[in-house]
């Protein structure tokens, strides 16, 4: 079924002729409260997957924006079952909606890899998306998420080059993540050149989806990168807006969820081709 959600997904969005658009959040930030409640109304902001972040203190690949991110979950009491019951609670008001978790192996190897993947499966997720956990790691996590039904979502980077993709794409399942920039999230833009001869270039390699990421922030950008991937995701631009309105202590104005759906509701707009 988690695959079928991923495939379903991309294929709706094919025959509507757009780009699919993924929401990238932290879990737990900057509180439980609303935290779960942006979570529960991203596919009604016209989210079509969801990626939803697991906090960790050390974030190699991650910005300032979603570095801070984390550490407001963190220090707010987020944990990995609370990140998992988030997931359940997606899944019962979400049918159709893929959920993916994204982040580090850390927090995973410590819950336990077993005991995560059991958890998940049943919370509803579709799939990962693993930083620091290359091909040549996969026993440690990959060939057991595969074999419970989850995709394993690999990324590839601009200096991944025609020798590593066969390796990177190999096991891989649900879409491949381009990452469109060498440096962290929410640095720099790739040009919509330097994404069409990715798009072009990873095809070679796999049937998979492939989907653009990092450094995609307005319409725009999401416009420029649709026209040529199956999908693209936003992450930095969404939690800007919560860290926008925090109150000296901490705590999220009453109106910050809402501003964020009215920032993804804008950047579907990019979506259509023309």
């Known amino acids: 079924m988690a695959l079928d ?5 991309f294929s709706a969005c094919q025959t509507d002729n757009r780009a699919a658009l993924g929401i990238f959040i932290s879990a737990g930030d900057p509180d439980l409260t609303t935290s ?7 596919p009604d902001a016209s989210a079509d997957f969801v990626e939803l972040g697991m906090p960790f203190s050390d974030p190699m690949a991650d910005g300032p924006v979603i ?3 984390s550490l407001r979950a963190i220090k707010a009491g987020i944990t990995m ?5 988030m997931a359940s609670q997606f899944r019962a008001k979400h049918a159709d909606v893929p959920l993916i978790l994204m982040g580090y192996f850390n927090p995973i190897y410590i819950y336990g890899v077993e005991r995560f993947l059991n958890a998940a499966t049943a919370a509803g997720v579709d799939g990962l998306i693993m930083v620091d956990l290359p091909p040549e790691e996969d026993n440690e996590l990959c060939v057991q998420a595969t074999d419970k039904g989850l995709a394993f979502i690999r990324l590839v980077t601009p200096t991944t080059d025609a020798k590593r993709i066969p390796v990177v794409v190999e096991k891989a399942s649900g879409f491949i993540y381009y990452v469109s920039i060498t440096g962290i999230t929410g640095s720099g833009r790739a040009s919509a050149d330097s994404i069409a001869s990715a798009m072009a270039h990873i095809r070679n390699f796999t049937d998979l989806p492939t989907v653009v990421g990092f450094g995609i922030k307005h319409p725009d950008h999401v416009r420029a990168a649709g026209a040529h991937a199956d999908g693209v995701v936003v992450g930095s631009a969404v939690v800007s807006v919560i860290a926008d309105n925090l109150s000296d202590d901490g705590i999220a104005a ?3 969820v ?11 707009t ?3 081709r023309i």
């Open 67 to 69: 570095q801070a991110a």
């Open 254 to 256: 009453p109106d910050t």
């Open 81 to 85: 079952d609370k990140v998992l019951d």
């Open 270 to 272: 990019g979506t259509p």
């Open 258 to 268: 809402e501003k964020a759906f009215a920032v993804i509701r804008e950047l579907n």
């Open 36 to 42: 779960t409640e942006l979570l529960l109304g991203l």
């Open 5 to 9: 959600r991923i495939q379903a997904c």
